[in-house]
């Protein structure tokens, strides 16, 4: 009811960007928070950025401050995340999720609840 399409994954050098793009086809897209989170290889998954229904709350994980932009298109029904000067730490599958932050109108990148979620997409970044 709610499908989730990631996009915009590549392999790049330190320094360079890429901007992720998560695209909804369902109708209610705009009611929903929606995460970003990254997976490497032996690690657990973790929360990278959020952004709320409206657009107006976004979160992000400390090591990402500065460096990534979370923003939302309810018209076209995307969610983009823009990564600056990515680093190899950087590294890992990424996925867009659809859900509700921890209260009304906001989210956090650590605290959701996700219900639908989108198959991935690989960022590589090279040293």
């Known amino acids: 009811q709610m499908p989730l399409a990631e996009s915009g994954g590549g392999s790049v050098p330190t320094g360079a960007s890429l901007r992720l793009s998560c695209a909804s086809y369902?109708?209610?897209?705009?009611?929903?928070?929606v995460g970003w989170f990254r997976q490497a290889p032996g690690k657990e998954r973790e929360g990278v950025s959020c952004i709320s229904g409206s657009g107006s709350s976004t979160d992000y994980v400390d090591s990402v401050k500065g460096r990534f932009t979370i923003s939302r298109d309810n018209a076209k029904n995307v969610v983009t995340l823009q990564m600056d000067n990515l680093k190899p730490e950087d590294t890992a599958v990424y996925y867009c999720?659809?859900?509700?932050?921890?209260?009304?109108?906001?989210?956090?990148?650590?605290?959701?609840?996700?219900?639908?979620w989108g198959q991935g997409t690989q960022v590589t970044v090279s040293s």
């Open positions: 999720a659809a859900g509700w932050g921890p209260r009304p109108g906001i989210c956090a990148h650590d605290n959701g609840r996700y219900v639908f």
């Open positions: 369902g109708l209610s897209f705009p009611s929903y928070v």
